[in-house]
């Protein structure tokens, strides 16, 4: 990713990523993001993600943010998600939610992901919610 690619996706994460620690263009430069753009003439990023697997059948989603005036950009995000999980032979993917978010929890409730658990983080001092999407269904 380009140097401006990088700010647009930091400046995204920090105003709608519900981010503990306030992101910049170098720490995510060099990171695998997913992203999607706004249709029209400003032409900018307004949904990230990143998808890493974390065990043989588990991919996990990091750093999901989007631009809520851009729901069909975040929809369309979710589905790259879910393609990136599969392309790493993942069956499940998870993310971690803060529950306070009703936004992002809607977003990926209407794009096949259901609440498994919710916890309470004491370092951060907040409620979290595991979401998870089956991408392979029992036989």
């Known amino acids: 990713m380009d140097y401006v690619d990088a ?3 930091a400046e995204l994460l ?3 990523g519900h981010m503990q620690k306030t992101q910049s263009a170098s720490d995510v430069q ?3 993001f997913i992203y999607t753009r706004a249709d029209g003439p400003q032409d900018h990023i307004v949904a990230c993600s990143k ?3 974390i065990n043989w059948y588990m991919a996990e989603v990091t750093s999901l943010a989007y631009d809520p005036e851009h729901p069909e950009a975040a929809k369309e995000l979710i589905g790259q998600v879910k393609s990136r999980a599969t392309g790493l032979a993942a ?3 998870q993310a971690t939610v803060v529950s306070t978010n009703y936004g992002l929890r809607r977003l990926l409730e209407t794009n096949g992901f259901t609440v498994a658990d919710t916890f309470h983080n004491e370092r951060t001092r907040r409620n979290l ?3 998870n999407c ?3 269904q029992p036989q």
Do not use: S
């Open 7 to 9: 700010v647009e996706i």
């Open 14 to 16: 920090n105003k709608h």
């Open 91 to 93: 069956r499940v993917v």
């Open 51 to 53: 998808v890493k697997k």
């Open 129 to 131: 919610t595991l979401m």
């Open 134 to 136: 089956v991408l392979v």
């Open 30 to 32: 060099d990171e695998d």
